[in-house]
């Protein structure tokens, strides 16, 4: 099974870049878009980079980016049949005999930003409340999947924010989320967001990509650790 995965393309900034990033890129099983694939609700050009991951063959689960902003997500469903959007849902499909489940959401800051504050009716409590969602989605996945996978935009620990000014780790992502990692209710956690951050950490026994493009400047192969020890599988 190969999983590939990337966010921030923010086109069309980076749009000729990651042409060339996929022109060897090779076939893959599913591929993981964690948000801000255009730049600034430009989603006229979210078509055109569907158009080139498309040659992987593989099956496409997104989540939505700050750039997708929340007025154009019924337009990007309609319209991007291709791709398989989560918005605070899960998903589960069976690869190569292998049961993944995929948990997907923008995610949540511990502070809004200004902008967020402003137009967004209690957005303070929205964030806190979509880490308890999360939480039981992931819970409900326990004992039916054989790999669990976190998808969100925004990050899920500050492990992968290293890189980026610590005071803005906040604005970044949200730390109630490593609970989840620490207690083994995810095998891989992918995001996005932090362009300056660290590619990849390990919280629990879960390994945390931060996929965003202008990171990596390539497409990102995820690694997934899905055969488990007898003694893992009943302790999860």
């Known amino acids: 099974m190969r999983i590939l995965a990337l966010s921030d393309v923010h086109a069309p900034v980076f749009l000729k870049e990651l042409r060339e990033a ?13 948000g801000d694939i255009v730049d600034r609700g430009r989603i006229e050009y979210y078509g055109e980079v569907v158009d080139i991951l498309s040659s992987t063959g593989a ?12 007025d154009l997500k019924d337009e990007l469903r309609r319209n991007l049949t291709r791709v398989s959007f989560l918005d605070d849902e899960r998903a589960i499909l069976r690869i190569d005999d292998i049961m993944v ?4 959401s923008r995610g949540s800051l511990e502070l809004p930003t200004v902008w967020q504050r402003r137009k967004i009716p209690n957005i303070d409590k929205i964030y806190e409340e979509r880490v308890i969602i999360l939480g039981e989605m992931l819970k409900e996945l326990r004992g039916k999947v054989d790999i669990t996978i976190l998808l969100t935009h925004y990050a899920t620990t500050t492990r992968t924010l290293r890189g980026e000014n610590p005071r803005a780790w906040r604005y970044l ?3 109630g989320f490593e609970k989840y990692l620490q207690d083994g209710l995810v095998d891989i956690a992918v995001h996005g ?3 300056n951050g660290t590619r990849s950490a390990v919280v629990g026994r ?21 055969r488990l020890t007898m003694e893992e599988y009943f302790e999860r």
């Open 59 to 70: 099956k496409m689960i997104a989540v939505f980016g700050n750039d997708e902003f929340d």
């Open 22 to 34: 996929f022109s060897d890129c090779g076939t893959a099983d599913l591929l993981l878009l964690a």
């Open 173 to 175: 992502g949200h730390r």
């Open 193 to 195: 967001h932090s362009h």
């Open 206 to 226: 879960a390994t945390v990509y931060n996929v965003a493009f202008p990171l990596w400047r390539k497409v990102v192969e995820i690694s997934p650790k899905w």
């Open 101 to 104: 489940g995929v948990v997907g």
